[in-house]
């Protein structure tokens, strides 16, 4: 009795979090000079695109404040709206984060085998479901509510109440999910559980996204848009519901801001209630934990992947690849339509698809009229290679950057097979190349429909977004390839790691530099257009050596990071 209650006293939370820090020194200390390198480079990187982001939303925060009469109000909703987006999205995030947390998570069964209080496991685990869940939130809202205080003058009674307010706000829906998914497990089982809340979030945020982009909230810096003046600030004092975490996050910043006294009504509301949520979640969590947990452990079934249909229809489309790397195809088809976590983001895809067009369609375009019009129209056609570029390496971050890591610890399997690491790399790539390809052209050229491009520079976009596609692609499986995460447990984890944020990098630089190649041309197509003549033998010579120039450097973009990656590639140790 004594030694237990000894030992339960020394596996504190202390115990319990100091494994990952302790992964993150380690995965320090246990790299290589030229890992050490790299890792400095992401940090870099990093700081960079901080600073950045710190620089444009102050430019952006002071944009809409300076609005005459209606700046603080047009801020004062725009942060409204901000936070109540956000607690709607940690919400769900928090389900699904503690889902896996408290009764999915691999090292489960070493923790409950230890003498660990159950207050302690709680609030462990409840601190790393905030953490996996609330670190996007925190990496771009700190700047965010410190650029608000700078362009609102703010004193330091803001910036001391701003950890206070965001602390409770972010602890109040990470209880909240955790009593959510005890409950959900109590009667289903976690695997299913989680697949389910996956597809129905990534609907209801595809309902969203379009819902929002369809309000078209940048009415709100025109005031000509509404009917009436009072119409126009009737929308923008539409207050949030009174007994709700961000209205009193709003309250209490905004008083902060302006000087007002304090409402202390609603400072003492989020605080206490964050205490009171997390107190009421662990006595929930942990009186259905013993349930839950026993439900976790059964298994999923597959039941569309071992379709005959599927199978043949497989067999089919992938008959010309040489059968080791067409048995690599198929398996990577067959987990894919196996785990709704994947396949579901097809769903996201589509709205994606359908928020970008309509945006688009959205655009002011009748600021210039008269015979400058459709020039203007096109300059924005071609810029809308960059947004696209964009969007693409966002896809290839997702569907082709993990797939080497995805292998996880059968990694030893593949490379003991008669296969070729540079082919591997490739076969590998294909599925991912697939939707990346479709959604490029979908957007490149659907946008110069709506915006009554020429067909050249039609042809122009279409031409990009093929080269994007292999471009693309080819980056995120070197990089990918060079930098795999084995002991990654969540695919969707390695894509948002230090090595992706290379990725991302390289993959834009690339981009751009396409674009800045086939600037100069399209120059050429809309002025002889504007000027109805035809390009001249040397405008001609130059259009073609851009494209040359375009084309070498996809296919060097598509070939030179795969090749370099597959020279290790084999040698890599889980």
Request: hydrophobic share 55%; net charge positive; charged share 15%.
């Amino acid at each position: 009795m004594t030694s237990d209650a000894s030992a339960a006293g020394r596996v504190g939370p202390r115990f319990l979090l100091r494994p990952r820090l302790l992964g993150l020194v380690n995965t320090w200390k246990g790299g290589t000079r030229a890992e050490k390198w790299t890792y400095a480079f992401f940090i870099g990187v990093g700081a960079l695109f901080w600073v950045g982001l710190f620089v444009g939303l102050y430019i952006g925060l002071d944009a809409f404040r300076s609005v005459e009469v209606f700046g603080p109000l047009i801020t004062r909703k725009l942060l409204e709206l901000l936070l109540l987006s956000l607690f709607g999205m940690l919400l769900f995030s928090n389900v699904v984060t503690a889902l896996s947390a408290f009764y999915l998570s691999d090292d489960l069964e070493l923790l409950l085998s230890m003498p660990i209080r159950r207050d302690v496991f709680y609030y462990t685990r409840a601190l790393d479901t905030l953490g996996q869940s609330s670190w996007m939130m925190a990496f771009f809202g700190v700047p965010l509510f410190v650029d608000y205080g700078l362009v609102c003058d703010a004193s330091w009674r803001y910036y001391a109440l701003l950890p206070v307010v965001m602390g409770a706000y972010l602890a109040i829906p990470a209880a909240i999910g955790a009593v959510v998914s005890s409950i959900l497990v109590t009667f289903f089982p976690a695997h299913r559980t989680r697949e389910a809340l996956v597809i129905i979030g990534l609907m209801f945020l595809m309902a969203v996204l379009i819902l929002v982009r369809v309000l078209e909230p940048e009415r709100l810096v025109n005031a000509q848009d509404f009917d009436s003046l009072a119409a126009y600030v009737a929308e923008l004092q539409a207050p949030t519901p009174a007994l709700f975490p961000p209205r009193w996050a709003v309250e209490v910043l905004e008083a902060a801001v302006t000087e007002r006294p304090l409402p202390w009504l609603q400072l003492g509301l989020l605080v206490s209630g964050a205490f009171a949520a997390l107190g009421a979640s662990r006595w929930v969590t942990m009186r259905l934990f013993a349930d839950g947990w026993t439900r976790s452990q059964e298994a999923r079934e597959a039941r569309f992947a071992r379709a005959g249909l599927f199978d043949r229809l497989l067999s089919l489309v992938t008959r010309p690849l040489p059968r080791p790397y067409a048995a690599l195809v198929i398996k990577d088809v067959k987990i894919f339509v196996r785990d709704p976590a994947q396949w579901s983001q097809a769903f996201l895809l589509v709205s994606l698809i359908v928020i970008y067009l309509f945006s688009v369609r959205s655009l002011p375009v009748d600021v210039v009229r008269g015979p400058y019009m459709q020039s203007f129209k096109d300059g924005l056609a071609f810029m809308n290679l960059g947004a696209a570029g964009f969007v693409m390496a966002g896809i290839a971050a997702r569907f082709q950057f993990a797939v080497v890591s995805g292998e996880g610890r059968v990694f030893w399997l593949i490379r003991s097979a008669p296969l070729n690491a540079t082919r591997f790399l490739f076969t590998k790539g294909i599925p991912g190349m697939v939707p990346m390809l479709i959604v490029g052209e979908t957007l490149i050229v659907a946008s110069n429909l709506l915006l009554e491009s020429p067909p050249a520079l039609t042809a122009v976009g279409a031409f990009a977004a093929l080269c994007f596609a292999f471009g693309i692609s080819g980056i995120a499986m070197g990089v990918g390839a060079a930098f795999p995460d084995f002991k990654v447990d969540n695919i969707a984890r390695a894509a948002a790691g230090p090595a992706a944020m290379l990725f991302m990098v390289a993959a834009l630089v690339y981009v751009l530099v396409v674009i800045t190649l086939l600037g100069f041309p399209v120059f050429l197509l809309l002025r002889a257009e504007l000027r109805e003549t035809a390009l001249t033998a040397f405008e001609l010579g130059v259009t073609g050596g851009a494209f040359a120039a375009v084309l070498a450097l996809s296919v060097t973009a598509t070939l030179l990071p795969i090749r370099l990656a597959a020279k290790g590639l084999w040698e890599r140790t889980l």
